[in-house]
T-cell receptor, first 112, second 112 residues
Framework: KQEVTQIPAALSVPEGENLVLNCSFT??????LQWFRQDPGKGLTSLLL?????REQTSGRLNASLDKSSGRSTLYIAASQPGDSATYLC???????????FGKGTKLSVIP | GAVVSQHPSRVICKSGTSVKIECRSL??????MFWYRQFPKQSLMLMAT?????????EQGVEKDKFLINHASLTLSTLTVTSAHPEDSSFYIC????????FGPGTRLTVL
């Protein structure tokens, strides 16, 4: 059974810092990995989706990397802003299905 | 990205009543929709996979007679929590499967 772990559970940084969020998964037989953002009491916003054949994806100040063999992904946020404060979730689909297994998330607070 | 709506966004009900939550894909047809549940400070847990025109597939530990799912059209799936109890209080999120999963904004259920 796939398990997804995110470290740290919470992170507080001053505005302007670069930061890295970590995600690990136990079953490396995935065909993609997705990072989401969730604001308090809200649904999910998809940030980046990396296919298994890719090593990284970039969108603006966000860069996600994927190392399938080691079961790890990182989300790099450059020049953090208070508006980046949210919980960041990573998720992977199950083998042969579209069902997603989520990590518990990293709660990010960017202090002005 | 594609738009998925949920209604209601928030509902408070008395113990023993039934509550229906709607999930709509607004700009594409979704043969498959998913229902997730999220308890405070926990990640999203898949409850069931909803397939248009057929019975839903429930995850282990999810009572199909308590959480009734109907996917009668390609744009609408409903989740009915029957005889709700306080332990059913949670954040329910649906997603619709297009080229990837698109998530709704969630429904906060509070059972008194």
């Amino acid at each position: 059974k796939q398990e997804v772990t995110q470290i740290p559970a919470a992170l507080s940084v001053p505005e302007g810092e670069n930061l890295v969020l970590n995600c690990s998964f136990t079953d490396s037989a995935i065909y993609n990995l997705q990072w989401f953002r969730q604001d308090p009491g809200k649904g999910l916003t998809s940030l980046l989706l990396i296919q298994s054949s890719q090593r990284e994806q970039t969108s603006g100040r966000l860069n996600a990397s994927l190392d399938k063999s080691s079961g790890r992904s990182t989300l790099y946020i450059a020049a953090s802003q208070p508006g980046d404060s949210a919980t960041y979730l990573c998720a992977v689909p199950g083998a042969g299905s579209y069902q997603l297994t989520f990590g518990k998330g990293t709660k990010l607070s960017v202090i002005p | 990205g594609a738009v998925v709506s949920q209604h209601p966004s928030r509902v408070i009900c008395k113990s023993g009543t039934s509550v229906k939550i709607e999930c709509r894909s607004l700009d594409f047809q979704a043969t498959t929709m998913f229902w997730y549940r999220q308890f405070p400070k926990q990640s999203l847990m898949l409850m069931a996979t909803s397939n248009e025109g057929s019975k839903a597939t429930y995850e282990q530990g999810v009572e199909k007679d308590k959480f009734l799912i109907n996917h009668a059209s390609l744009t609408l799936s409903t989740l009915t929590v029957t005889s709700a109890h306080p332990e059913d209080s949670s954040f329910y999120i649906c997603s619709a499967l297009g080229r990837e999963q698109f998530f709704g904004p969630g429904t906060r259920l509070t059972v008194l």
